[in-house]
């Protein structure tokens, strides 16, 4: 099946340090996404970016579809940013295809 | 702004009862899923529903079964509950052609003694 790799797994940061995420895909990128679950379990948007690059305040990203990778970069780290980061695609289909997420930790 | 409500945050059930996990969008999205988030195995899906009474197994049905009879409703039955479905139990909506884009509510998190 198709693979979605994410790196590092586990991240801890100084808060004001920035960071960047980084998501494989074994197959071609149609519709990638980046999650941010927060500490109480809630999944909410952050990007939509099949290509290019797209930034919202402190946090960017980057997709380089022929390479298929993506990265999410956070700058400024707050203690808010903790949280699990999800990349995810849906491969043309309508089910998405989830990483298995990189856990930030932000200290203050 | 789109919104996914779930039943209930937290669930303490006893093995072998009926359980019954609600979930409505109010964005008239044609797609709706259920997922389980447990430790180190990431997002997996159970269930999906593209339209009204129609529905589609995913990776991990076995246990589970779902009920789409109106649409912005969207259940998740566990028929006799096991520890093993111990889990956070996430749902999701999508409009059909919107790049797959989901919009999650705040999960369930459910105890099966």
């Known amino acids: 099946g198709i693979q979605v790799e994410q790196s590092p797994p586990d991240l801890i940061l100084q808060e004001g340090a920035n960071s960047t995420l980084r998501c494989n895909f074994s197959d071609s990128v149609n519709n990638l996404q980046w999650f941010h679950q927060n500490p109480w379990g809630q999944l909410i948007n952050l990007f939509y970016?099949?290509?290019g690059t797209k930034q919202n305040g402190r946090l960017s990203a980057t997709t380089v579809a022929t390479e298929r990778y993506s990265l999410l970069y956070i700058s400024s780290s707050q203690t808010t940013d903790s949280g699990v980061y999800f990349c995810a695609d849906n491969f043309g289909n309508e089910k998405l295809t989830f990483g298995t997420g990189t856990r930030l930790t932000i200290i203050p | 702004d789109v919104k996914v409500t779930q039943s209930s945050r937290y669930l303490v059930k006893r093995t072998g009862e009926k359980v019954f996990l609600e979930c409505v969008q109010d964005m008239d999205h044609e797609n709706m899923f259920w997922y389980r988030q447990d430790p180190g195995l990431g997002l997996r899906l159970i269930y999906f529903?593209?339209?009204?009474?129609?529905?589609e197994k995913g990776d991990i049905p076995e246990g589970y079964s779902v009920s789409r009879e109106k649409k912005e409703r969207f259940s998740l039955i566990l028929e006799s509950a096991s520890t093993n479905q111990t889990s956070m139990y996430l749902c999701a909506s999508s409009l059909i052609g919107d790049g797959g884009t989901q919009y999650f509510g705040p999960g369930t998190r459910l105890l099966v003694l």
């Open positions: 970016i099949p290509s």
């Open positions: 529903s593209y339209d009204v009474k129609m529905k």
